[in-house]
């Protein structure tokens, strides 16, 4: 049993099995190469998965998988993959390029949001989690986000006089008129986009330091309201 091995493997070199041909991948038609004994027909069985995916897509069984042409950012060799976010051909290179990004210099660099110099690595641009976050904050609060906005008014809310305010009674005590144009404001239009859909309006904006009560609050068009802003148009009330 121990001699047949040299002569199958003589068989094989005489038979031409040991050669290799250029080939045509099914899926993405790339060349490769491959045996001339050996039916491949993909490259990799990334393509070949791809292949069947695509196949069971068109059946209807199964969505297809996009399969995507990339260069591995460690070795620089050309690599498949389904993924849109992978950089990397192997586990070899994505731990490669770990150990190099652990081992870079580091140099110093000045914060961005507190001015102290710290040791940086390439990319970073602040010196702790704690001031990128508070930098994200600042950033958010300067672009306007609604987000930031309901924190701020339920903050003033919170430290001026806040009264338990129905927007009804408010509508019912002005008549359903708006305050600021004399225009009716029905009932029916209250939560809609109308311009002439009733909406509860602060006299003295919360913006401004007004209360939010009976006395500091009236009805408005949604028109008037959206043009009125931050500004304190209409006359506060002696009581509510």
């Not at 099914?26 to 070949?48: E, I, Y």
């Not at 192997?90 to 040791?119: F, N, Q, V």
């Not at 958010?140 to 003033?156: E, H, I, P, T």
């Not at 919360?206 to 009560?213: I, N, P, Q, T, V």
Request: some cysteine; aromatic content about 6%.
């Amino acid at each position: 049993m121990a001699g047949d091995r040299p002569i199958s493997a003589a068989r094989n070199k005489a038979s031409g099995k040991h050669l290799v041909k250029p080939k045509t991948c099914r899926n993405c038609d790339s060349t490769f190469l491959a045996a001339t004994d050996n039916d491949r027909v993909f490259c990799t069985n990334v393509c070949k998965e791809a292949w069947r995916d695509r196949r069971r897509f068109a059946s209807g069984s199964r969505p297809a998988v996009t399969t995507i042409h990339k260069l591995c950012a460690e070795c620089g060799s050309r690599f498949h993959t389904i993924y849109p976010f992978a950089i990397a051909c192997s586990d070899e290179c994505r731990a490669a390029r770990a150990r190099r990004a652990a081992i870079t210099p580091k140099s110093e660099a000045t914060c961005h949001c507190c001015g102290s110099a710290y040791l940086a690595r390439q990319g970073t641009k602040y010196c702790s989690s704690l001031c990128a976050r508070r930098a994200a904050r600042e950033r958010a609060r300067a672009s306007g986000s609604k987000a930031m906005y309901r924190k701020v008014r339920k903050l003033r809310e919170r430290v001026q006089e806040v009264e338990a305010v129905n927007p009804l009674l408010v509508f019912e005590r002005d008549r359903w008129t708006c305050k600021l144009c004399g225009r009716k404001t029905p009932k029916r239009l209250r939560g809609t986009v109308k311009p002439d859909a009733p909406e509860l309006d602060h006299i003295v904006p919360l913006a401004l330091g007004g209360e939010h009560s009976y006395r500091n609050t009236q009805c408005a068009c949604r028109q008037c309201n959206s043009a009125k802003g931050a500004t304190a148009m209409g006359q506060t009330l002696l009581f509510g």
